[in-house]
């Protein structure tokens, strides 16, 4: 009986089971795993994809879940995942899931593959990485790049509102009236009459300022006047040309051009021209009158028979197929007859080598291939336009420029850029001038945008707009960390070629308008314009004074702000420029504006005295030595590498002095004041000093020896990337090191196995680091990495790490970023980033509150009107406007310069902002 009341029992139990549902049994591990893949054959199996294969087989490490074999690897291309329980029911593969893992090495390579069956992740690690030093190191170690012919101070002068030395030019040799000769000294936006002879009159003035370069204004023959939708306009400012081959009637004649060089060069100042590559005067018409932006996707480029062709694809390709103006664009291009032969060289009246596209929006495709404003936008993708470009600039190379600053280049295909600056480069080295130098306007205030165009071309700079924007953030009064954010990208720069050292720092020019504008309705104007300044003139890179800023020039008034900005230096008739004010509060009137006790001239002068007589203070490496959070001091070292002497830089943007102590890089060293209004100072054992800085204003201090050489040598490690983590995109490299010891580290890469080390580039920045472009290497590519550092004693410390192009290899699971809201927007330089629109700032997260609604309170940001987006993850693939709109218009608020707070609700994905 007993018996079967406990069958009964079992019986009941097992249908009350079925009925719920049977607890699970415990989880039991594998009782084996197996590297399987095309690579079992090179670690001794009969074939691959063998599940059952012993040698392939990994082993329990002790740790729970954890499996790991040792094998040595030929070079090759593999792919392979594990299985488990030497069959195929349960296998693992790339990130625990079923694809297979790819591997590419060079040459033979010695690695340890483990697995963790907690997160079926499969990880690698090469065995053989090298240690603190190596044979190989020698090779690797070298300088900071720093371009020929850089470490210059320039001076932008717009050469029609400069100076007028030769009245007998301002028509241009054309008919007085101002529609025929553009000229009209009463109108902001005609020819006023300055010219290149007065520009060699005025050289003196220009030279005390300690100008080493003049940046002038496009010289070449332009049409004189162009209407632009209903308004008719002057090529004052030279962007409209019409002949390459030949100089502006309006500024003078050739003969001209050469006496203002010779006139330079005799006091040390070279000549740069302003060149236009992107688009020429408009001169051609679409047939019906529209002239609308057409997406290639709507209507595609084709060739003479018809066939659809990507000009993106076969850009300067030498079999580019010719094509008919009647049927290859998608309008019909008309020149008319009077205009058929009015460019120069002849090659630019070919209307087949324009894109023919419609105006510009200035988004998308339209970037690169719609008219600018109208003008004729030429197909540089064409191999023609290239060799004309590369023909017309060699000859002017020949004439004498010292070098060309280039306009709108984010304009234009970047394989123009790179044909055309290796071509020009190389034909300025050929006849000797090897210290040619060219920049380009990149007009983007983001360093990611930037740098490419400095990375991977010759063009051996761009004008930092980044740096403009946090100059003036920064002259505002807005949190010094923002400094020290920005200046923090200047790795992305480096490379064994190109540094942030090359960039064309400026804080005024023609487009933007003037920093005494730009501050807005601050108190103190004179004392933060001439902090901007004297950032820009003190910092990394070749600054850029812009004409007029040395006599207070501000802007206003009932015009554009780029016009605004574009006074006359001589005597003006401009009614609105004579009524506009000095940063001194008076107004400019109607008279000659070269006074050498002007506004900030003395000023200006005695900082470009200070960089011609400390070249540390030009060339020499910045090293952060303090930064405040909030307003207040942001200090750095500038050190020659020759002299190794550290200048000490703190500048402060609060309203009240700031007394900051922080270490040096010379222990026991005496430092003397150069510039500014301090005591000197020693620093203690440690290097520390405590310095005063007065209200806005800067301090420049000079140690008495060189920067400390230590006894010994430091361990350093490579921080990044850590190992076996995956590589992506510009992939950052850096080394952890002793901020406070002068070093130099050099960066190097190699694909695992390989023997020689390829070369990254050389960093003298605070946190030395470049960055790897892995985006043309292939998924699971094991690249090792090696940082070496030589300190002031030349003592080397070495270190390495290794990572995996597209995915990791060392068995974390990688946060797919949820839960992260940002608001990037022209707010986010005075919130501490390193530029505006930063989408990944992390000093512009919201936190998520109680209440599921995300906000956060942000100080610091100056009185001003502000746009800005909610942005998702880090990225713009998600992002909301107003109304809660995704890719919307952008948000925008007022404040007068208290506490800020931004609230987002993810319900709705409305965003409102309180201020106080």
């Not at 009986?1 to 249908?15: E, F, H, Q, T």
């Not at 109108?187 to 520009?199: E, Q």
């Not at 060699?200 to 300022?209: G, H, M, R």
């Not at 000023?603 to 540390?616: S, T």
Request: hydrophobic share 35%; aromatic share 10%.
């Amino acid at each position: 009986m007993r018996l079967g009341r406990w069958v009964s029992l079992l019986l009941i139990l097992a249908l009350v089971a079925g009925w719920f549902g049977a607890a699970p049994a415990a989880a039991e591990g594998p009782s084996a795993v197996t590297l399987v893949g095309d690579l079992q054959t090179e670690l001794g199996c009969a074939k691959d994809w063998d599940p059952a294969c012993p040698q392939s087989e990994l082993k329990p490490t002790g740790e729970p879940g954890r499996w790991a074999a040792e094998f040595t690897l030929p070079a090759g291309t593999y792919a392979y995942k594990v299985a488990i329980d030497h069959g195929w029911e349960i296998s693992w593969g790339l990130n625990g899931g079923p694809e297979n893992v790819p591997l590419t090495i060079a040459g033979e390579v010695r690695l340890t593959v483990r697995y963790d069956d907690a997160v079926h992740r499969i990880g690698i690690t090469p065995l053989d990485l090298p240690g603190d030093h190596d044979p190989g190191d020698g090779g690797l170690v070298g300088e900071p790049a720093r371009a020929p012919g850089t470490g210059q101070q320039f001076y932008f002068a717009l050469t029609d509102r400069f100076a007028d030395g030769d009245p007998a030019n301002n028509t241009g040799g054309r008919k007085p009236d101002k529609l025929s000769s553009g000229y009209d000294p009463a109108d902001p936006n005609f020819y006023h009459g300055g010219d290149l002879a007065g520009l060699e009159s005025k050289l003196d003035y220009i030279a005390s300022l300690g100008t080493t370069a003049i940046w002038i204004t496009p010289p070449f023959g332009n049409l004189p006047v162009q209407t632009v939708g209903e308004l008719s306009l002057g090529s004052y400012h030279g962007y409209w040309t019409l002949d390459l081959t030949a100089i502006d009637a309006h500024l003078g004649t050739e003969q001209g051009m050469r006496r203002l060089i010779k006139s330079a060069h005799a006091r040390g100042i070279k000549i740069y021209f302003d060149i236009e590559i992107n688009t020429t005067a408009d001169v051609i018409r679409y047939a019906g009158g529209k002239s609308d932006y057409v997406p290639i996707a709507d209507d595609p480029y084709t060739d003479r028979q018809g066939k659809v062709i990507d000009i993106a694809a076969i850009a300067g390709s030498a079999d580019f197929p010719p094509l008919d103006p009647k049927t290859s664009f998608p309008y019909l291009p008309e020149v008319p007859a009077a205009q058929r032969n009015a460019k120069k060289p002849h090659w630019l009246n070919d209307p087949r080598l324009y894109h023919n596209r419609g105006d510009s929006t200035f988004t998308g495709e339209s970037v690169t291939y719609g008219d600018f404003f109208g003008l004729d936008d030429l197909m540089t993708e064409h191999p023609k336009v290239v060799r004309g470009y590369i023909d017309v600039y060699r000859k002017w190379i020949d004439f004498g420029v010292d070098g060309f600053r280039i306009d709108t280049v984010k304009h234009v295909n970047v394989e123009f850029w790179q044909q055309w600056s290796t071509a020009i480069m190389k034909h300025a080295r050929a006849i000797g001038n090897d210290d040619f130098f060219m920049f380009g306007e990149v007009f983007d205030g983001d360093p990611k945008n930037l740098a490419p165009y400095v990375r991977d071309t010759e063009l051996g700079g761009v004008l930092d707009f980044a740096f403009a924007g946090n100059a003036v953030n920064f002259a505002k009064g807005t949190t010094a960390r923002g400094l020290a954010a920005f200046f923090a990208t200047d790795d992305l720069y480096t490379t064994p070629h190109s540094s942030a050292a090359n960039l064309e720092t400026f804080v005024s020019n023609h487009d933007i308008g003037r920093i005494g504008q730009l501050l807005g309705d601050v108190d103190r104007l004179k004392d933060r314009d001439r902090l901007a300044h004297e950032l820009m003139l003190l910092s990394r890179g070749q600054p850029v004074l812009y004409y007029g800023d040395e006599q207070g020039f501000t802007g206003g008034g009932d015009l554009w702000t780029d016009v605004a900005g574009r006074q006359d230096l001589f005597a003006t008739q401009v009614e609105a420029y004579a009524q506009q004010k000095l940063i001194t509060g008076e107004p400019v009137g109607k008279r000659d504006r070269y006074d050498t006790d002007g506004a900030l001239y003395a000023d200006l002068a005695a900082l470009g005295k200070l960089r011609a007589e400390h070249p540390a203070l030009a060339t020499g490496a910045q090293r952060e030595r303090f930064a405040d959070d909030g307003p207040g001091v942001y200090a750095f070292s500038r050190v020659d590498r020759d002299h190794r002497v550290e200048h000490l830089v703190a500048l402060n943007n609060a309203p009240e002095p700031r007394t900051v102590t922080f270490r040096t890089l010379t222990p026991g060293g005496r430092f003397s004041l150069l510039y500014g209004d301090a005591e000197p100072v020693t620093a203690s054992a440690d290097g520390s000093v405590t310095i005063t800085v007065p209200a806005l204003a800067t301090v420049v201090l000079r140690a008495d020896r060189k920067v400390a050489a230590p006894e010994t040598a430091q361990s350093i490690k490579v921080g990044a990337p850590t190992p076996g983590a995956a590589l992506a995109g510009l992939a950052p490299v850096a080394a952890s090191v002793d901020r406070d010891r002068w070093q130099e580290t050099s960066f190097g890469w190699r694909v695992a196995g390989a023997k020689a080390w390829q070369p990254l580039g050389t960093s003298d920045l605070t946190a030395p680091s470049v960055r790897h472009d892995v985006g043309e290497l292939d998924p699971g590519t094991l690249i090792e990495y090696r940082a070496v550092t030589v300190d002031a004693a030349g003592h080397r410390s070495a270190a390495s790490s290794y990572g995996s192009v597209g995915f990791a290899v060392d068995l974390s699971v990688p946060d797919p970023g949820d839960g992260i809201v940002t608001v990037p927007g022209t707010h986010n330089a005075a919130m501490g980033c390193a530029s505006d629109w930063q989408v990944d700032c992390t000093a512009a997260r919201l936190e998520l509150g109680d209440d599921g609604t995300w906000s956060k309170t942000f100080t610091g940001i100056p009185a001003g009107s502000y746009e800005y987006k909610i942005a998702l993850n880090n990225s713009w693939e998600e992002n909301y406007g107003e109304g809660g709109v995704r890719d919307g218009p952008n948000l925008t608020y007022t404040t007068s310069g208290g506490p800020v707070t931004i609230f987002y609700d993810p319900e709705t994905h409305l965003s409102r902002v309180e201020t106080s």
